[in-house]
């Protein structure tokens, strides 16, 4: 079977059904992408401002290139997610396929 999940809600099946699935990943870029956009591609750049300013200010506020080598904005958090699924990829590799055009998983 084919599906794909949400960067909120992700869960494998068991290993035995695990040969039959291919989960693609959409949506997970694990950063602001075009330094602009505020999470889901919801333009709020006075929100976006602050949220970089206060990670600014508590030291979680980090710029990384992308894959395409862009720099772009991320914070601890996101940058969490990216290593936990970098080493899910990794533990179940074929059948994890990562979708995103931008971001930072490679």
């Not at 956009?37 to 206060?54: D, H, M, P, S, V």
Request: charged share 20%; proline share 2%; aromatic share 14%.
């Amino acid at each position: 079977s084919i599906f794909s999940v949400s960067r909120a809600n992700f869960n494998l099946p068991s290993s035995s059904t695990l040969m039959a699935i291919k989960v693609y990943l959409y949506g997970h870029d694990f950063s602001w992408t075009d330094n602009k956009n505020f999470y889901c591609g919801g333009i709020q750049q006075e929100l976006a401002q602050k949220r970089i300013e206060t990670e600014k200010k508590s030291g979680t506020f980090y710029i990384e290139k992308d894959i395409h080598g862009n720099e772009v904005y991320t914070n601890m958090s996101l940058l969490t997610f990216r290593d936990w699924y970098k080493n899910v990829i990794t533990k179940y590799p074929g059948i994890i396929e990562n979708k995103t055009n931008a971001g930072l998983l490679n």
